[in-house]
């Protein structure tokens, strides 16, 4: 399975980033802009994940997840990779701010978490960010910048953790297959309820 462990945005921030596109929607149509339902922050690129290794994964990464307690961030205006080369531009986001030390934390843990699992460890430099369209090849996005303006405000509250399988060439390119809340641990000393029915 090729995964990623990523937050998705709540319906508040998928407005707000929808909305301030749309005058790029008109200006350059002929990006491959990223449908809303297909957003997401990454925050450890996991790649394709041998399914021996799949239970110590999901194990190491939900640990990981629940040494963090939710935090707040908020959808923050745009950007371009590379950056900031607007004049030769591949892709188009919207940026995130709020308490960005806290999510710098949890993407190293999660990638910490992977890395110890057996998982290649990943040693880019982390720009959280929502990917809003693509160039193919590189442009100039100086015009569309200026068109977009300052770009999408909104709060994001991150609780929640998701294990997501990436399947290109599907309708349903990205499907969850595990989630994890922030700060929640279970009990090792109670026994698990079992069910009377």
Not at 83 to 97: C, K, Q, S, T
């Amino acid at each position: 399975m090729r995964l990623f462990a990523a937050l998705t945005p709540p319906p508040g921030v998928v407005d707000a980033v929808r909305g301030a596109r749309e005058p790029g929607l008109r200006h350059a149509p002929e990006l491959s802009w990223t449908p809303p339902g297909e957003w997401h922050l990454t925050l450890a690129f996991l790649g394709e994940v041998p399914d021996d290794l799949l239970p110590g994964l999901t194990a190491a990464l939900g640990a990981a997840a629940g040494d963090r307690g939710p935090f707040d961030l908020t959808v923050d205006g745009w950007g371009v990779f590379p950056h900031p080369h607007r004049d030769r531009a591949a892709v188009l986001w919207a940026g995130v701010g709020g308490d960005t030390g806290a999510l710098a934390a949890l993407s190293a843990d999660l990638r910490a978490a992977a890395s110890a699992a057996g998982l290649p460890g990943e040693d880019r430099v982390y720009v959280p960010h929502l990917t809003v369209a693509r160039s193919r090849p590189p442009r100039d996005l100086t015009g569309l910048l200026s068109e977009l303006g300052d770009g999408p405000q909104a709060p994001w509250p991150a609780r929640d953790v998701h294990l997501v399988e990436s399947r290109p060439g599907r309708a349903d390119r990205y499907r969850t297959v595990r989630t994890w809340a922030l700060g929640w641990k279970t009990d090792p000393g109670r026994p698990p309820e079992r069910s009377t029915a």
